[in-house]
């Protein structure tokens, strides 16, 4: 079993940088590939970014590609997605999900985060 509990998030000016964490409890962590994904108001669940067991492999959408890093610290049982140059657009909810593999992901969800990127 795996609890997944988000922080981080906010409300940011366009242009501006926000990190958001998800801290894991669990001695098996390390052995799970996580992710972020989030969801706007409106619209359906979306895929943000996910990082393989080891933190070797990493994977992003298209829409945060060059503005978003994912990684993770498996001694402190946390992954992070920095996120840069935001846009109004990346407005959601953000969830983190842990899984058997980058593409196998949702085995387990946090509750969210707000993240609000306005003027």
């Known amino acids: 079993q795996v609890q997944l509990v988000e922080s981080g998030g906010g409300l940011v000016q366009p242009g501006g940088s926000l990190r958001l964490s998800c801290a894991a409890s669990?001695?098996?962590?390390?052995?799970?590939?996580m992710g972020w994904f989030r969801q706007a108001a409106g619209k359906e669940r979306e895929f943000v970014a996910a990082?393989?067991?080891?933190?070797?492999?990493?994977n992003y959408a298209d829409s945060v590609k060059g503005r978003f890093t994912i990684s993770r610290d498996n001694a402190k049982n946390t992954v992070y997605l920095q996120m840069n140059s935001l846009k109004p657009e990346d407005t959601a909810i953000y969830y983190c999900?842990?899984?058997?593999?980058?593409?196998?992901?949702?085995?387990?969800w946090g509750q969210g985060a707000q993240v609000t990127v306005s003027s």
């Open positions: 999900a842990a899984g058997i593999a980058t593409t196998r992901l949702g085995d387990y």
């Open positions: 669990g001695r098996t962590f390390s052995s799970y590939a």
């Open positions: 990082i393989s067991w080891r933190g070797g492999g990493t």
